[in-house]
């Protein structure tokens, strides 16, 4: 059974940053995209990034380019996110997950979910 393992949340003030790690635990697991969501309390999964393994190629949302930066190790099998100048509103449990979405921001088409780091930033 894969399972991906998130780490790298915490509490941090508004204009830090965080780089977030995700990597399977368990077997040696090859799938075709990583991504990240988050979702805040009361709100809908929202789409952060994702990255694909062959090519590294990037997707992000309008609304997440410029602070938010997905990168991959090959050697380690994992995929960061790294956030910089945090807001409050930046406050969720995030999420990787891991697949072959023909869709990158769909988060159905993903089979493998972590269990989600939460990031809280204060203001």
């Known amino acids: 059974q894969v399972q991906l393992v998130e780490s790298g949340g915490g509490l ?3 204009g830090g940053s965080l780089r977030l790690s995700c990597a399977p635990s368990g077997r040696t697991f090859k799938y075709g995209v990583t991504g990240w969501f988050r979702q805040a309390p ?3 999964r929202e789409f952060v990034a994702a990255i ?3 090519g590294g190629d990037t997707y992000y949302p309008d609304s997440m380019k410029g602070r938010f930066t997905i990168s ?3 050697a380690r099998n994992t995929v960061y996110l790294q956030i910089h100048n945090l807001k409050p509103e930046d406050t969720a449990d995030y999420y ?3 697949g072959w979405p023909s869709t990158a921001s769909d988060s159905q088409q993903y089979g493998y979910w972590g269990q989600g780091t939460q990031v809280t930033v204060s203001s």
């Open 42 to 44: 009361g709100k809908e």
């Open 96 to 98: 990787c997950a891991a």
């Open 52 to 54: 694909a393994w062959s």
């Open 12 to 14: 941090v003030q508004a």
């Open 72 to 74: 991959r190790e090959n």
